[in-house]
Nanobody, 125 residues
Framework: VQLQASGGGLVQAGGSLRLSCVAS????????MGWFRQAPGKEQEFVAA????????RYADSVKGRFTISRDRAKSTVYLQMNSLKPEDTAIYSC???????????????????WGQGTQVTVSS
């Protein structure tokens, strides 16, 4: 499984960005795709995850109502639409994939076996 993330950049507070993660190397019908982020000097944290079927979505409390995760099966791509960005959203964002996760484990990075490279998101105040 290969994951290629893109879409990061520099944006002012209150602005928006959309991250993309293109997946290849497998059929992903029973996979969960997740986004995690790591800010300088901080632990990696869960952002959002979606089952490839689209039936289940989970968000971190810190991004609920501002971020939206979605997927396009035809393009094998998962998106993270980030609105109302705050300086505290500044981090390296990475996408990850894992087969057959249940809801309670979707937010735990240790359950994800495949990772893409990160993309930097910087939000200026």
């Amino acid at each position: 499984v290969q994951l290629q993330a893109s879409g990061g950049g520099l944006v002012q507070a209150g602005g928006s960005l959309r991250l993309s993660c293109v997946a290849s190397g497998s059929t992903f019908n029973d996979y969960v795709m997740g986004w995690f982020r790591q800010a300088p000097g901080k632990e990696q944290e869960f952002v959002a995850a979606i089952k490839w079927s689209g039936a289940t979505i989970r968000y971190a409390d810190s991004v609920k109502g501002r971020f939206t995760i979605s997927r396009d099966r035809a393009k094998s791509t998962v998106y993270l639409q980030m609105n109302s960005l705050k300086p505290e959203d500044t981090a390296i964002y990475s996408c990850a994939a894992a087969p057959r996760l249940i809801y309670s484990t979707m937010g735990q990075s240790s359950f994800y076996s495949n990772w893409g490279q990160g993309t930097q998101v910087t939000v200026s105040s």
